[in-house]
């Protein structure tokens, strides 16, 4: 992606300047200029060079003269053939002036810095019939000094080194490659003419006003300040050319051999008169299936056909091979004459894009994706055309499925579309039906209207989603992306990562963004809440809490806390404190950091485990993380389920894994909470779902006698999005009912009658495949607990491994845990002991024999 600065443009010719040239460049003094070009002197350009595509040659010989130094006296070039091309290219640039300001300040009349329009010398044309033609040369127009304020630009000139695209540095370091920029500018993804050059040379095109005549010199005569003149270049070019055009695109077919990157792209790509801006693989949709398949199916990539993204001047030559062996004109690839090229150059309208309730008819916040009939990727006009799926990075509000990009709108978008079929998809959440459809643009759309079908009752029946967590975002963002995707509550977490904070500002420990006390509609809820930290003990979700911000962030060291940091606090510690500040606790990502959630969980300091997506849409809910929580169902610790997915990237959909509780109330961030405290809730990728044992939802606790008894159960599943393949009964974590499905269906009920003898614990499980991928769970329902004769379920093995869990804690902090002073190191210890006892005694209590540690051994009594 870096400039070229070997390929010259075969369309000028340098002017030979070496009996024009008074100075050399190593030997200029105060005389000649300014204290400010002496210091940077060996800056100032010399010998053959290629800038803009342009040849030119510049002074080189060791022993003379190498630069025009304009400054009391006049200065001419005469040449040998009379010139007749219409554009002669000056490489010039003046020496500094300042504006006197008065004792108050004031500079009058302000001309800026440098001097705005203020003439340093002539350029005159001589011609042989005797007639001339004078060109003033006028700072920040034609020419313009060697280092400039920000802002203080040029109007006709350019910096001698032209923009050129650039790799963002984690796409450099993936590559092997230095970084051009460090990480906030590369993600501009471009350098800008002459950016990071010490001394600009400006390049102008004067254009010859009779290139029908005989050109026979060039005289130069100095007016106010001191002009350096570097070289002149002529050209045939009847465009001025360092006028390049709009962004285009064509489709390249890699030739034979061609090597490809590890992004699977060819960059062996380079123009002269002009920038290759992106090279991306062709994206070969299924156009022909395009309205009946699922949605987010990723594109073939291609390996042989590339997208070229580009802006150049008309008469540009591209060049292309391992080493820019071949060539072809950019107005021959325009005109579809090369074997290689397919030009891509559309017309363009600009198209509003409004996604609306069917019903209603009324703007509705979505998430969209449009491509062209090559699978290129089509923005709105304020979107990434690249968007950025790395972590921390640039963070716009788009969303980045591998090769299959989106973007979120409130419900209205403009963009600048091509002239033809296009191909739209359009989601919002679970519960409406997506949309895959083609889209013919003409000439006279100005508008493209999609309406967006609500086809699942969910809603309506009390049941409201959120994601439980979310980095990086800002709260309006996380507000627009959250209701673009159907997520009613976006807890937003700030947090620390070693000496790096994220989302502290936002955090006021009171608002609710979108609420309708702050504004809102009370439909679609941020609340910033902290995710604290530790790389060892685990990680903890504090979400809604009021009042102070619960710190440490993180604790205990590296990665999660700084380097040296000592371990103050224990994950039940913090789940106490939310509690105390009316708040929940949620074990994210479970099971990992696999550690002191065990004794949060016993001690009842958690309000829910969560089932984690990690950006991942295909994989499902993990088997792993549900036979963690499992185990404590199974000890009769009944903490909800709840969905969260760790956004942290533009490659994750918030909502992409989310929970579903149910409110039976009015709909309010506090009532949310209450919700998830019950256990009305479940987990899903896709598919919904409701439960009934004995008429109790999820989240109820049934009581039966001596002998148990039977339990009558209802269930109902739909989907509007991932095709259902079976639903499951779980009873004690092990499957017990199965009833298979019929995949093109959306809507699911049946029943089941089940003897419970023991106490235990039932839930409902859905799977679901998309064409061509593997089954996976997609879903999974909060328990409902049944309790036998007063006593709890307690399953001896997984309560032996929830001890050994609990132990592992107290060995790390008893042995290589970083201490702080010896009172808080006496506290850590106290929860964990506190827990280890009370399922500790627990065991002993159902009769359970089991090997005790040394630490632990005791007599029985």
């Not at 001097?115 to 033609?133: A, Q």
């Not at 993804?189 to 290139?211: D, K, T």
């Not at 123009?271 to 073939?300: C, E, F, K, M």
């Not at 359009?426 to 409406?432: A, L, N, Q, Y």
Request: charged content about 20%; proline content about 5%; overall charge negative.
């Amino acid at each position: 992606m870096r400039q070229n600065k070997l390929k010259a443009s075969s369309h000028f010719t340098p002017v030979e300047l070496n009996n024009c040239y008074n100075k050399k460049i190593k030997e200029l003094t105060n005389q000649d200029c300014s204290e400010r070009v002496l210091e940077n002197k060996e800056h100032l350009l010399s010998g053959e060079d290629v800038l803009w595509g342009i040849p030119f040659q510049l002074g080189a010989e060791e022993d003379k003269c190498d630069v025009v130094v304009l400054n009391d006296t006049e200065a001419s070039v005469s040449f040998v053939q009379p010139i007749h091309e219409k554009y002669l290219i000056f490489l010039h640039a003046v020496d500094y002036k300042s504006s006197p300001a008065s004792a108050d300040g004031i500079i009058h009349p302000m001309m800026g810095n440098p001097r705005l329009g203020e003439v340093v010398c002539e350029y005159i044309l001589e011609y042989s019939d005797g007639s001339s033609h004078s060109v003033p040369i006028r700072r920040r127009f034609q020419i313009n000094e060697f280092q400039r304020s920000w802002g203080e630009n040029s109007f006709e000139c350019v910096s001698h080194a032209k923009p050129h695209a650039i790799h963002t540095t984690t796409d450099s370091f993936k590559l092997g490659e230095m970084p051009e920029k460090d990480w906030g500018g590369s993600q501009f993804r471009l350098v800008g003419p002459g950016e990071r050059s010490i001394m600009h040379h400006w390049l102008y095109a004067l254009e010859n006003p009779f290139p029908e005549k005989n050109l026979i010199s060039i005289r130069m005569v100095p007016r106010d300040g001191v002009v350096f003149l570097f070289g002149i270049t002529r050209s045939h070019l009847e465009t001025n050319p360092l006028r390049w055009e709009s962004r285009r695109k064509t489709k390249f077919s890699v030739p034979e051999g061609g090597k490809l990157n590890r992004f699977g792209v060819y960059t062996a790509i380079e123009l002269d008169l002009g920038a290759v801006i992106s090279i991306t693989p062709l994206r070969n949709y299924d156009h022909t299936n395009w309205d009946n398949s699922y949605t987010n199916q990723q594109p073939n990539v291609s390996t042989t056909e590339m997208i070229i993204e580009y802006t150049a001047h008309p008469d540009a030559c591209v060049y292309y091979g391992e080493q820019r062996e071949h060539t072809c004109y950019v107005k021959h690839l325009e005109n579809e004459q090369s074997p290689v090229f397919l030009s891509l150059t559309y017309q363009f309208r600009k198209v509003t894009v409004r996604v609306v309730d069917q019903k209603t008819n009324k703007p509705v916040p979505s998430k969209i994706h449009i491509h062209g009939p090559l699978g290129e990727y089509l923005a709105p006009i304020n979107r990434h055309r690249i968007p950025n799926p790395y972590w921390f990075e640039d963070y716009s509000t788009d969303y980045v499925n591998g090769n299959h990009f989106w973007t979120y709108i409130d419900g209205e978008a403009e963009y600048k579309l091509p002239i033809g079929e296009l191909f739209i998809e359009v989601t919002k959440g679970f519960e409406i039906k997506p949309i895959r459809s083609k889209y013919q643009v003409s000439p006279e759309t100005s508008e493209i209207i999609i309406q967006l079908e609500h086809c699942l009752p969910w809603r309506a029946k009390g049941w409201v989603t959120a994601d439980t967590h979310v980095h990086f975002l800002s709260p309006q963002t996380a507000l627009l992306e959250g209701a673009a995707e159907g997520v009613n509550v976006i807890n937003l977490l700030a947090s620390q990562w070693g000496e790096m904070f994220s989302s502290v500002g936002d955090f006021d420990g009171r608002t609710t963004l979108g609420s309708r006390e702050n504004g809102g509609d009370g439909e679609y809820l941020v609340r910033v809440g902290t995710e604290n930290r530790q790389p060892i003990l685990g990680h903890i979700s504090l979400i809604g809490y009021e009042g102070r911000m619960i710190l440490p962030l993180s604790s205990d060291g590296p990665t999660e806390a700084a380097l040296g940091d000592p371990l103050e606090t224990t994950i039940t510690e913090w789940a106490r404190r939310c509690r105390e500040q009316h708040g929940i606790s949620i074990l994210p990502h479970l099971p990992n950091p696999r550690a002191e959630g065990a004794a949060s969980i016993i001690l009842g300091e958690i309000d829910g485990v969560e089932m984690c997506s990690w950006g991942n849409l295909y994989d499902g809910i993990s088997s792993y993380s549900l036979s963690d929580w499992y185990r404590y169902l199974n000890c009769g610790y009944q903490v909800p389920a709840v969905g969260g997915t760790d956004k942290m990237s533009a490659d994750t959909a918030v909502g992409t894994i989310r929970t579903y509780a149910l409110i039976k109330e009015q709909f309010t961030y506090q009532s949310w909470m209450d919700a998830v405290r019950k256990g009305l809730t479940f987990v899903t990728y896709g598919p919904l779902l409701d439960l009934f044992v004995n008429g109790y939802g999820m989240g109820s606790q049934i009581d039966l006698p001596k002998n148990g008894g039977t339990l009558d159960i209802l269930w109902e599943a739909a989907t509007a999005t991932i095709p259902v393949t079976k639903i499951e009964l779980v009873i004690n974590g092990e499957t017990k009912e199965v009833k298979t499905v019929d995949p093109t269906q959306q809507n699911y009920s049946g029943s089941w009658s089940v003897k419970m003898e023991r106490s235990g614990w039932l839930a409902l499980r859905i799977r679901g495949q998309y064409p061509g991928r593997p089954e996976v769970i997609t879903a999974h329902s909060s328990p409902v607990m049944v309790i036998v004769d007063n006593q709890r379920i307690i399953n001896a093995a997984d309560a032996l491994t929830i001890l050994d869990q609990i132990e592992g804690c107290t060995a790390y902090i008893s042995t290589l845990a970083t201490k702080a002073e010896e009172s808080i190191y006496k506290k850590l210890l106290m929860d964990l002991t506190s827990a280890h006892r009370a399922l500790h005694h627990r065991m002993h209590h159902a009769g359970i024999h089991h090997h005790h540690n040394v630490v632990n051994d005791h007599h029985h009594h």
